[in-house]
């Protein structure tokens, strides 16, 4: 969602601020602006549309060395240009980017702003115009800035150039991700650390409630109250390599390929110097001492969940239940004596996910967080925190963190328990498999073409393990080729679904458990029986002549590793085929910071 960059320095920022928001464009975008601080007055380019328009519609003869882009995912008001951001108070004093959403905005518009005629239909510009307001009724900036954040009820990451100051910028922070990027001459701030990468690798984290006052040489944390804050920097462990494409056309089918090496470097991160997996003894207390397992997450998360449930109940042997963070936050079921919640983020910055955890830590329960991004909200902010080593996720369709949450699901599971699994070696086996999975592209192109290219609808069928991949391989293909897309369980077909199947309809079983391969084939012939054109994906030891995709054998509790592959690289293709914009499809972010 929005992302923010901002840089204050002796360069010249045109160019530092727009690499820094294409590196920012996989969160996913409609419209995108940039606010340059010339000295004298403060020059706003936006516009719908991709930052390769803003390029086109910048001036270049405005110099500046203080300035700040934004990227913004519609929330408040259509995408168009004139709600798009920066925004300006009405006195073009203070220009601001705002991520996040102001839930009291009405309420304050009505206390403060009942005599001006706003522009735009954004929270943004209300942000803009209180500030303004009592600035002009006498505040100092600062007092102003903390007096705002106040009265705000709802999340924000803002960033604000005011006019009368051009050696300095602020910020602010509630809820929604924010980062202070140090440099040597210049500081900058950024929605992640992927905007400043290129620029300097050492950040300062900020907490809820605290505001920044940062010039080139920089930069001062405060909390609401005005107290200062002393924080440490901390090192990104991240190459601005890593977050390059290469030779790759696009991220997600590099993210697809990197799988393999992923879980290869799972293993080596998870691994003692006796070559024995290891874990925090703390998590696996924690699990000890819990009666119930409660592994919340969204989306591609919420399906690796799926099988982590699997894995915590028959590894562990402990019970486990997988719920849908927005759904969890308002409807939350009867918890058990001794909970302890699991929470699955690749991002780490799912509002929705996090709106549990502030709950679930009202209420004193243990937590951890499985993610893929050090220093993220969820991490920080739960007792216990599992890195998933994927490297950067550029393409907003998630891939290979969604790999490295089930690997690192079955680690805690086996590690919990008192099963003397060779997980190490089952891992390693998979991890072959996906290379050698990853190696056959063609197959997976040519049966995307013929059966999903043209095709209004499409269906995924499994049963135990595999009604999760299904649930998973649906979303992917929904998601990336927009193709109408769904995942069950193949026994329910026959209770109402199976009235869609016509002829020509594709419908994709998954079949690598062997205890249901009777019964899902069985499925097969039904949905056969009525036109459906049937792409099978099975594991090698319990294959069919006829089987267009077989694994390779891995450890049946480890298929969804393998059936990743071909179930993310059918969905690459699909899209392909049908000419979609694969990285960034429509409507979608990547980092989902609101509720
Ligand atoms: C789909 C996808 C999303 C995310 C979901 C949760 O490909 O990427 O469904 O899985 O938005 O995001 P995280 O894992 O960052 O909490």
């Not at 709802?154 to 202070?180: F, T, V």
């Not at 590099?254 to 393999?260: A, G, H, L, S, V």
């Not at 369980?489 to 209770?495: F, I, S």
Request: aromatic share 8%; glycine share 6%.
């Amino acid at each position: 969602m929005c992302g923010i960059v901002g840089y204050i320095g002796t360069e010249d920022v045109k160019e530092t601020i727009l690499k820094g928001l294409e590196r920012l464009e996989y969160r996913g975008y409609d419209s995108a602006g940039i606010a340059l601080f010339d000295g004298d007055q403060v020059r706003v380019f936006k516009d719908e549309g991709r930052i390769a328009h803003l390029r086109d519609i910048i001036d270049y003869d405005v110099k500046s060395t203080l300035g700040m882009g934004h990227t913004r995912w519609a929330t408040h008001g259509k995408p168009n240009k004139i709600n798009s951001h920066p925004h300006q108070s009405i006195e073009k004093r203070f220009t601001i980017v705002h991520n996040g959403i102001i839930e009291n905005e009405e309420e304050l518009k009505e206390r403060y702003l009942k005599n001006i005629k706003l522009e735009s239909e954004t929270d943004t510009e209300v942000v803009a115009q209180i500030l303004s307001k009592f600035t002009t009724e006498g505040e100092e900036v600062t007092l102003a800035i903390r007096h705002l954040m106040s009265e705000i009820e709802g999340s924000y990451a803002l960033a604000i150039i005011d006019k009368y100051n051009k050696e300095k910028m602020y910020a602010a922070k509630n809820k929604s991700p924010l980062l202070i990027g140090k440099g040597d001459g210049f500081n900058m701030i950024g929605s992640d650390a992927m905007a400043m990468v290129s620029h300097t690798n050492e950040f300062y984290e900020l907490d809820d409630g605290e505001y920044v006052e940062i010039t080139k040489d920089k930069v001062e944390i405060f909390n609401i109250y005005g107290v200062k804050v002393n924080r440490d920097t901390y090192k990104a462990e991240l190459d601005s390599e890593d977050i390059e494409k290469g030779t790759y056309p696009h991220y997600m089918l590099k993210e697809i390929d990197e799988q393999p090496f992923v879980i290869r470097r799972i293993i080596a991160e998870y691994q003692d110097e006796n070559g024995e997996l290891k874990l925090d003894q703390d998590i696996i207390n924690k699990i000890k001492n819990s009666d119930r397992i409660y592994i919340i997450a969204c989306g591609t998360s919420y399906h690796a969940g799926l099988v982590g449930k699997y894995y915590f109940e028959s590894i562990t042997g402990k019970p486990a239940e997988v719920h849908v963070s927005s759904e969890f936050v308002y409807n939350t079921p009867i918890l058990s004596e001794k909970p302890l919640f699991i929470f699955i983020s690749q991002s780490g910055e799912t509002a929705d996910s996090r709106a549990v955890l502030v709950k679930v830590k009202k209420l004193g329960y243990p937590t951890i967080t499985l993610t893929n991004v050090k220093g993220s909200t969820l991490y920080r902010e739960t007792d216990n925190q599992l890195l998933l080593y994927a490297g950067p996720e550029i393409a907003v369709a998630s891939t290979k963190a969604y790999t490295a949450q089930i690997a690192v699901l079955s680690i805690i599971a086996v590690k919990a328990s008192n099963k003397d699994i060779d997980l190490i070696k089952e891992l390693s086996i998979a991890a072959s498999v996906m290379e050698a999975l990853c190696d056959s592209k063609d197959l997976y192109k040519d049966l995307a073409k013929e059966y999903l290219s043209e095709t209004r609808n499409c269906f995924y069928i499994g049963r135990h393990l595999d009604y999760y991949v299904c649930m998973e391989a649906a979303l992917k293909l929904k998601e990336i080729s927009y193709i109408q897309t769904e995942g069950f369980a193949a026994g329910e077909l026959k209770h109402g679904t199976i009235a869609l199947i016509e002829e020509g309809t594709p419908v994709i079983a998954v079949i690598t458990q062997e205890i249901i391969n009777l019964n899902t084939r069985s499925n097969i012939k039904e949905v056969s029986a009525r036109g459906a054109n049937v792409i099978t994906i099975s594991r090698k030891s319990i294959s069919a002549k006829s089987d267009q995709i077989v694994l390779g054998d891995v450890n049946e509790f480890l298929t969804p590793l393998a059936a990743a592959v071909p179930i993310q690289l059918l969905a690459y293709y699909a899209a392909l085929d049908r000419g979609c914009d694969i990285d960034k499809p429509r409507n979608l972010a990547k980092s989902v910071t609101v509720e």
